[in-house]
């Protein structure tokens, strides 16, 4: 891991997307992707992207797993969720 890189108190820090939690904003989230899959047939170098990454999105715990993975390692964590919940920032800062 790349742990032994990082001085005390320094930051591992991740961002990506998320399937947001809340109903009303997975329904615009599910809309802005099926307009995105539509855009997609005329752009074909990232026709694939829209069609996938939706459901890559939810199927995906990268912040529970990660989370978990850097408190194991000792690291004090934080999420924020950004963009009302479509995409998280992990903080990981080691310990001084």
Excluded: Q
Excluded at 27 to 36: E, G, K, M, P, S
Excluded at 54 to 71: A, F, G, Q
């Amino acid at each position: 891991m790349c742990l032994r890189h990082v001085n005390a108190g320094g930051k591992i820090i991740l961002h990506d997307f998320t399937l947001p939690k809340n109903k009303a904003v997975r329904l615009l989230w599910n809309l802005y992707f099926l307009v995105l899959n539509r855009i997609g047939v005329f752009v074909p170098g990232w026709k694939d992207v829209f069609r996938y990454l939706p459901r890559l999105i939810r199927t995906s715990n990268w912040v529970e797993r990660y989370k978990y993975i850097m408190e194991r390692k000792g690291l004090n964590v934080e999420v924020k969720y950004l963009t009302i919940g479509c995409s998280a920032i992990l903080t990981g800062t080691k310990k001084v």
